[in-house]
């Protein structure tokens, strides 16, 4: 069974800073990879994800993410944090094969001082 | 495209009482799930359905039923509701490959 562990629980940044969110994965096989935000009072939006191929990915907001199976992690980063960036930020690994049922981490909580 | 819809948005329910928590998608995808979000704990699966006519259990089934209805809905019942199932409730469809999934707005519940 494949297990996610997102290390910190809250991160503090001031606005224009540089963001590195980590991510640790267990999974056998080569896996799938997704960062998701989730602002106060909201669903789940979908930042980036990784399947295959070139292990820089590119998302939506400015975020990237590279998947590193060396280290079985999948940091998220943005060069410089704006204060709408503020929210709750989940990783989740999907096997790739078998049953799809992804599992999450618990959250890192991101707060932005301006 | 109204993507994953769930009602009620809100509910409080005095415990023992019951009631179901509707989620509809209009994507055409096979697979649906249910989750729960508590502090600290991210999300946890509580059933799930892979395609129409089947469920399964996920990780904390205890206390839930569901019902896939057709392709387009899955509800999830709460029989007898207790205040550890006090949570937000998400409803979720996937996509085939990539896997990629949709995310309803949530139903907050608190049961006293």
């Known amino acids: 069974a494949q297990s996610v562990t997102q290390p910190d629980i809250h991160i503090t940044v001031s606005e224009g800073a540089s963001l590195e969110l980590r991510c640790n994965y267990s999974y056998g096989a080569t896996p799938y990879l997704f960062w998701y935000v989730q602002s106060p009072g909201q669903g789940l939006q979908l930042l980036l994800k990784y399947f295959s191929g070139d292990t820089l990915v590119q998302g939506i907001k400015g975020f990237e993410a590279e998947f590193k199976r060396s280290q079985s992690s999948f940091n998220l980063r943005k060069p410089s944090v704006h204060w709408s960036d503020a929210a709750e930020y989940f990783c989740?690994?999907?096997?790739?094969?078998?049953?799809?049922?992804?599992?999450f981490g618990r959250g890192t909580s991101l707060i932005v001082h301006p | 495209n109204a993507g994953v819809t769930q009602t009620p948005k809100f509910q409080v329910l005095k415990t023992g009482q019951s009631m179901t928590l509707q989620c509809a998608q209009d994507?055409?995808?096979?697979?649906m799930y249910w989750y729960r979000q508590d502090p600290g704990m991210g999300l946890r699966l509580i059933y799930y359905s892979a395609s129409e006519g089947t469920t399964d259990k996920g990780e904390v089934p205890n206390g839930y039923n569901v019902s896939r209805l057709n392709k387009r809905e899955f509800s999830l019942r709460l029989e007898s509701a207790a205040p550890s199932q006090t949570s937000v409730y998400f409803c979720?469809?996937?996509?085939?490959?990539?896997?990629?999934?949709?995310f309803g707005p949530g139903t907050r519940l608190t049961v006293t």
């Open positions: 994507m055409n995808h096979n697979s």
């Open positions: 989740a690994v999907g096997a790739s094969q078998g049953s799809y049922i992804p599992t």
């Open positions: 979720a469809s996937l996509r085939g490959r990539p896997y990629e999934q949709y």
